[in-house]
């Protein structure tokens, strides 16, 4: 069988003949009578060819066209229209409709059977070579994608290199390419900027490459030299990543992501808005990495914390606009690894000696100081269930407390970072004993940083750690003459 | 009932192994340095002794070393404290003779363990 025809006229005469020639040939045909029969043939049969007469009762065959054409999806069987008129409206009126070609009336045989033959024959190639293209299109796509993906593969293998030079930093380039492109998608960049600012996040430490293992992981004071080379590392990254021209703005997240708002960044001080903005993204993305990642003394930082540094960094070390977004996003909390703090080993611990506090009858104690901020519960706890012990241990630290203030102002005065850390990590202790939470885990994040001899950290901070014990010690001496 | 010596420079931590010892029927000495633990050491039977690392002047280990010089004191057990225990503290404590080590603030059932295991209640 050569095909299948649908051969479309009012006239039986018509009908017949095309039938006798195209069954002789070995094709198969359906004979219908009408337009409206033709459509309704269609909507379950799918001939190789459709005849149709022009000059149809009801519907006319360039209606029935137009018809078949508009629907959805249209009806792409080739169509052949019959005509008796051999003017050239009649020919131009049935191509223009969408018929492949026309036969005129009445037939004869051979020119029939050439025309439905080429017809099928062209259509069927049309269709092979649309099917081919929709094949290679389909691999090319597939070849793009795995090329897309070794590229980012590849990216990101060099950003864990880089991550893995600085033993505190693992995965932090890929985290703050993810926080950048959070930031992105909310201010409304489009998925490919954002799929772009992905990748300048993850490479914005290249530069680290050219800076010596023993800099990057000192973890006490570094020299000036040292300092400088450390600053350099923006620089490098751009040398590196400028020769990519296929994706030019990778070099901006490198060479910018150090510099401020206000100016005071590096390495080329740029100011507000002058800073390309995609480097002031990751500029937040990255502190607020730093902050909320186990670095040394950050691994207490609270999450109410950074937010605190992110609200005043706004127009100093950030932009204001991303910054608000940074902190709506933290507000949010999805899946990001920063936690409310470390649960303290308090509540994991049980003591078998007394009944649990929380069943005795609270005190009044306990109630002020709770409002106060403390943590009596856990206080309680350390204190063996002992309200009057507890009661005690709070007059012994608020007595303590001015000696302590002395000592640490003391060695904090002489830059004595050692006895410094002696002492505030007596104070986290006593702190977290009476159940003055805060205070100590300032205090904890006083003493890491003492360890690092992180001196910037620590004059940043230390003021607010004496402001919250002057305030737990005040809060004390109310509390205990309010319930004397 | 038997005499525990602990060592801080904290005297919160010094009332609050006080207090412990009481709970846990044993009797606690306290000193506020090295120097004086070691002078008490002189004066006193102690079972165990239980020293803070962190301590200003002497510290812990430089107590515990100088107490073990002592032939008298070298078979006391010892047991160190600090408010972070980690293996370079567990590490140096055993090198001393340490047999134990606590984490600070002092908790009933750990402290309550360490007596036991000593032989002092």
């Known amino acids: 069988m050569k095909g299948w025809v649908a051969v479309v006229d009012d006239d039986n005469a018509n009908l017949i003949a095309a039938d006798r020639i195209l069954t002789a040939h070995d094709y198969q045909v359906t004979s219908l009578r009408s337009g409206e029969e033709l459509i309704a043939f269609l909507k379950t049969e799918s001939p190789d060819l459709i005849l149709l007469d022009v000059h149809l009762t009801g519907m006319d065959g360039f209606e029935t066209i137009r018809v078949l054409h508009s629907q959805d999806p249209p009806v792409e069987i080739p169509i052949v229209v019959l005509t008796a008129d051999t003017d050239a409206d009649t020919e131009t009126n049935a191509l223009s409709a969408g018929a492949m070609d026309f036969v005129a009336k009445p037939f004869i045989p051979s020119v029939l059977l050439m025309r439905v033959q080429h017809t099928i024959e062209l259509s069927r190639l049309q269709r092979d070579l649309k099917k081919e293209v929709r094949i290679k299109t389909e691999e090319a796509l597939k070849e793009h994608t795995r090329y897309e993906r070794l590229s980012l593969q590849i990216v990101k293998t060099l950003a864990e290199t880089i991550d893995a030079k600085d033993s505190y930093t693992r995965g932090h380039s890929a985290r703050v390419a993810d926080y950048a492109k959070m930031i992105a998608q909310r201010a409304g960049y489009s998925e490919t900027a954002q799929n772009e600012i992905y990748i300048m996040g993850l490479l914005h430490d290249v530069g680290k490459i050219g800076i010596p293992d023993t800099i990057i992981n000192k973890p006490c004071h570094l020299t000036d030299d040292e300092y400088a080379i450390i600053r350099s590392h923006p620089m490098k990254g751009f040398e590196i990543l400028r020769n990519i021209s296929e994706l030019p703005k990778l070099a901006i997240g490198a060479r910018w992501h150090h510099e401020r708002y206000d100016g005071k960044g590096y390495p080329d001080g740029l100011i507000g808005k002058d800073i390309p903005e995609e480097a002031r993204i990751i500029a937040v993305a990255d502190a607020y990495d730093a902050m909320s990642s186990r670095r040394s003394y950050h691994d207490v930082l609270t999450q109410y914390y950074i937010l605190g540094e992110l609200e005043t960094g706004k127009g100093l070390q950030f932009d204001p606009a991303f910054a608000d977004i940074m902190i709506e996003l933290i507000r949010e909390d999805k899946d990001f690894r920063m936690r409310e703090i470390v649960e303290s080993s308090v509540s994991r611990r049980s003591f078998a000696m007394n009944p649990e506090p929380k069943t005795e009858p609270r005190q009044a104690v306990s109630v002020l100081l709770e409002a106060c901020g403390f943590h009596t519960e856990s206080g309680l706890r350390y204190c063996m269930g002992d309200p009057s012990f507890y009661q005690e241990m709070l007059l012994e630290f608020a007595n303590g407390s001015a000696d302590r203030i002395i000592q640490m102002e003391l060695h904090f005065a002489d830059d004595n970072w050692e006895q410094f850390r002696v002492h505030v990590h007596a104070l986290k202790s006593a702190s977290r004993m009476i159940g003055a939470d805060t205070l100590s885990q300032q205090s904890r994040a006083l003493e890491d940083a003492a360890r690092d001899c992180d001196a910037d950290f620590i004059r940043v901070h230390f003021p607010a750690l004496l402001a919250q014990l002057r305030q737990d010690v005040a809060s004390i001496h109310t509390v205990m003459d309010a319930v004397k | ?121």
């Open chain 2, 1 to 121: 009932m038997t005499n525990v010596l602990v060592i801080d420079d904290d005297a919160m931590i010094r009332r609050m192994a006080g207090f412990m010892m009481k709970k846990l029927r044993c009797n606690a000495l306290t000193a506020a340095s090295g120097e004086e633990g070691i002078s008490l050491l002189g004066s006193e039977t102690v079972g165990l002794i239980i020293i803070d690392v962190e301590m200003p002047g002497m510290n812990g280990f430089e107590t515990l070393s100088k107490i073990r010089e002592n032939a008298a004191f070298a078979a006391i057990p010892a047991c160190m404290m600090t408010g972070t225990l980690d293996d370079s503290v567990r590490e140096k404590a055993a090198q001393l003779g340490a047999s134990d080590c606590l984490e600070k603030p002092l908790a009933v059932p750990e402290v309550q363990n360490v007596l036991r295991r000593n032989g002092v209640i």
